[in-house]
């Protein structure tokens, strides 16, 4: 059975950072895309960023410039840097990846709350 399995979320300071980890267990073909999404109360998941199984990656606007993917194909694992975190980013991060067994599934982490203060 697969599994995703996130860690590194936790409170920090607004400025500060944090590294997001992902691991992706089981038996599979392979993964393609896998990424980070966030959901903060009140408010819809939404897409923080992604990588293709080419590497092509794929940020959100508010993203861009602070938060960095990073994809180890051999270890089956995906990595979110998050720099000058702000309140705003405050949220439950989201492992998400599309995997390749007999068919092609969308699979979901447990998520890993990310808060950042004032």
């Known amino acids: 059975q697969v599994q995703l399995v996130e860690s590194g979320g936790g409170l920090v300071q607004a400025g500060g950072s944090l590294r997001l980890s992902c691991a992706v267990s089981g038996s599979f073909l392979r993964i393609n895309h896998i990424g980070w999404y966030r959901q903060a109360p009140g408010q819809q998941r939404e897409l923080v960023a992604s990588?293709?199984?080419?590497?092509?990656?794929n940020y959100a606007d508010f993203a861009k410039g602070r938060f960095a993917i990073s994809r180890d194909l051999a270890k089956n694992t995906v990595a979110l840097q998050m720099n000058s975190l702000k309140p705003e980013d405050t949220a439950v991060y989201y492992c998400n990846a599309v995997i390749v067994i007999l068919s092609t599934r969308n699979y979901w982490g447990q998520g890993t709350q990310v808060t950042v203060s004032s």
């Open positions: 990588v293709s199984s080419g590497g092509t990656t």
